[in-house]
């Protein structure tokens, strides 16, 4: 499955919805979609990997 970088966003912030834990990566995934417009691909992928860090720190699987 493909998924475009708004879709993964959107899901990422479903999945983690209002859960205190997540609250500092709740933004990552925002901050990436914005980069896609106003930002590089290099600013688009680091929020990326911010969010994935920051959701494995809460709650490794």
């Known amino acids: ?3 475009t970088i708004e879709e993964a966003a959107a899901e ?5 919805g209002d859960d205190p ?3 500092e990566a ?3 995934p925002t901050e990436a979609s914005s980069a ?4 590089t691909t290099t600013q688009v992928q680091w929020h990326l990997e911010r969010a994935l860090r920051l ?3 809460t ?3």
């Open 1 to 3: 499955m493909t998924a």
């Open 12 to 16: 990422t912030l479903d999945a983690i």
């Open 21 to 23: 834990d997540y609250a």
């Open 26 to 28: 709740r933004d990552a």
């Open 36 to 39: 896609l417009i106003t930002g």
């Open 55 to 57: 959701i494995n720190d």
């Open 59 to 61: 709650c490794p699987i």
